[in-house]
């Protein structure tokens, strides 16, 4: 997701694959692929103890040890282990990406996040809503519909000041060609536009995605790349981190 991302992408998957530089899949086959959601099951980690590690992940340990950490299971994200800091570590999957993407669906995709705590009050509560109507059953469109009326009646926060996550796991898998494209740090704000952050310039680190536009929530995810992943090892560009 998620990014991120992005969540999430990142809170938004593709659109972090899509910034990065990765190209989408192929709207005829992506979108043919994932054209509905998948049964529940194939969303949902068998192991818990590895989600949780994959969500810690997100995030060096001396952040992500002392975090709040959530794990998806059929009724939604649940707390998996307390934490100390503020800090909430979790796996977005697929229904975190912009509602263009042709990955919305696809079940593999794992993107573990690490929300610093103005992000956890702020902007969590958008995975939690997705995450309810995906595994309700509703469709694309009655989830876009959904959102956008929550949007309205101000249900969903706009992004705190200083709301911030990490995505810098080894193992993240942000779409059938991003995959776990590199480690980054998303930065999340209320609707602004690229040059406030002098985004997407020859030279700049910020990354904005701009391609997609269904993305209701009120927010803009500015990414810059990290040097390392979480673990502490060297992001190599053009290495194969895919999964």
């Not at 969590?124 to 929550?150: C, E, F, Q, Y």
């Not at 494209?181 to 930065?187: G, N, Q, R």
Request: net charge neutral; with cysteine.
């Amino acid at each position: 997701m998620t990014g991120n991302s992005k969540g999430a992408a990142g809170r938004i998957v593709l659109a972090i694959a899509m910034a990065l530089g990765a190209a989408p899949a192929l709207a005829g086959d992506g979108a043919a692929a994932y054209a509905t959601m998948a049964p529940v099951a194939q969303y949902l980690m068998a192991d818990r103890n590895a989600e949780i590690a994959l969500a810690r992940s997100a995030a060096p340990p001396a952040i992500s040890d002392d975090a709040t950490i959530m794990v998806l299971g059929g009724g939604g994200y649940e707390i998996a282990a307390k934490g100390k800091n503020g800090f909430v570590c979790l796996v977005e999957r697929s229904w975190m990406s912009p509602f263009d993407s042709s990955d919305f669906w696809n079940p593999k995709l794992r993107g573990p996040v690490c929300y610093n705590p103005p992000a956890a009050r702020s902007i969590l509560p958008r995975t939690v809503k997705r995450t309810a109507l995906a595994l309700a059953g509703r469709s694309k469109p009655a989830m876009l519909d959904a959102i956008k009326a929550a949007v309205a009646k101000k249900e969903l926060p706009q992004p705190e000041i200083g709301s911030m996550s990490y995505m810098m796991s080894h193992q993240q898998y942000l779409g059938d060609e991003g995959k776990s494209w590199m480690p980054h740090l998303m930065f999340h704000l209320p609707r602004t536009d690229a040059a406030s952050w002098g985004a997407n310039l020859p030279g700049s680190p910020i990354m904005l995605d701009d391609e997609h536009t269904q993305v209701p929530e009120p927010e803009t995810i500015f990414m810059v790349a990290a040097g390392k992943w979480s673990d502490g090892t060297p992001y190599v560009r053009g290495a194969d981190h895919s999964h």
